[in-house]
């Protein structure tokens, strides 16, 4: 409500949001601004990083260098502009095309309102121009942040997905290329919730969860082309079985606890509902003990695995002579 009614206010030829617990590099604005009577584009986006102190922070928004620099005219071209880290706040909006699109977050309380306005601009957005710097540092130190919620969190990022659905349901614009884009990005970021944030209520979680990839499905939203075939097969095996999908992962954990190695793998085999088996040169997936597809490994990522493990024990050596030195 606070991002709306200052929207409502604001007299600039741009508009520009920032969180009141995050901060900004003094040039921040100033660099937007010059990019933006430059192109006269109608969003201008930047990368943005997590803090978790006011000094050290890590790049995790990111576009690509190839998309920054030059005016993209075709959002389709720019998913990351609504991947998995959907941002308000890493862009400044030409005021006017917010007030013609009529383009608010939504008040409702416990719901992600950045991801309704993201779908929003990225539908109704004619020109889009990125810079590559990083300029605001979104602090995730704040014990009160919605990113300290835990599983909370989860639920609300589902609520932001079913309203921004709603929104984009009464849009126009809105071409079957978006649809499909948008089923793929909910799928990243409920997958990213299941793994990392998602402690507490689980099953209700992926049942809330299913029910979107089913409605997906049924009214045809999702391209199978944007998924590949393990994805797509966990996909329809959380839209049709989310039961088994959480007790899967129940049973999983609890034999990673309560197993030795040869114990984990004959309890697998006898009573895993959904498990994967990787070796050097394949994976194979089996659902009930039954093996239903398996998945080639290539020597390329091998190779790609070595090579970065031999730059790790280089820069190891390295940083160990350093210190050798600094001790003599």
């Not at 008040?107 to 121009?129: G, N, R, T």
């Not at 493990?309 to 210190?323: D, G």
Request: charged share 25%; with cysteine; aromatic share 14%.
């Amino acid at each position: 409500s606070a991002y709306n009614a200052g929207q409502r206010i604001a007299k600039g030829e741009y508009v520009g949001f920032l969180d009141s617990d995050d901060w900004v590099e003094p040039n921040a604005f100033h660099d937007l601004y010059r990019a933006a009577q430059k192109t006269n584009a109608d969003v201008i986006k930047a990368g943005a990083s997590f803090s978790e102190t006011q000094m050290g922070s890590s790049v995790s928004i990111k576009i690509p260098p190839q998309k920054c620099n030059r005016l993209i005219t075709n959002m389709l071209e720019v998913p990351e502009f609504v991947n998995r880290h959907v941002t308000q706040w890493t862009a400044i909006y030409k005021r006017s095309f917010l007030e013609e699109n009529q383009i608010f977050a939504p008040e409702k309380k416990e719901l992600a309102p950045d991801i309704s306005f993201a779908y929003q601009v990225w539908v109704s957005a004619k020109s889009l121009y990125v810079l590559p710097n990083a300029y605001v540092h979104y602090r995730q130190t704040n014990p009160n942040a919605d990113t300290k919620q835990g599983s909370r969190m989860s639920f609300y990022l589902i609520e932001g997905h079913k309203e921004a659905t709603k929104v984009l349901e009464k849009m126009p614009g809105v071409r079957p290329a978006h649809w499909s884009m948008k089923t793929r990005v909910e799928y990243e970021h409920f997958m990213y919730e299941w793994h990392h944030r998602c402690h507490a209520n689980r099953l209700k979680f992926i049942c809330q969860v299913a029910e979107i990839f089913r409605r997906d499905m049924l009214f045809k939203l999702v391209n199978k082309a944007r998924f590949r075939e393990r994805e797509w097969n966990i996909y329809q095996f959380i839209a049709y079985m989310p039961f088994l999908f959480w007790l899967n992962d129940k049973v999983r954990f609890w034999s990673m606890r309560d197993s030795d190695t040869m114990g984990k793998q004959i309890f697998y085999r006898l009573f895993g509902i959904f498990q994967i088996e990787q070796t050097p040169h394949y994976k194979r997936y089996s659902f009930l003990g039954i093996p239903y597809w398996q998945e080639r490994l290539y020597d390329g990522e091998f190779n790609q695995l070595r090579e970065m493990n031999m730059m790790l024990k280089n820069e190891i050596n390295q940083l160990k002579n350093h210190l050798e030195k600094r001790k003599k």
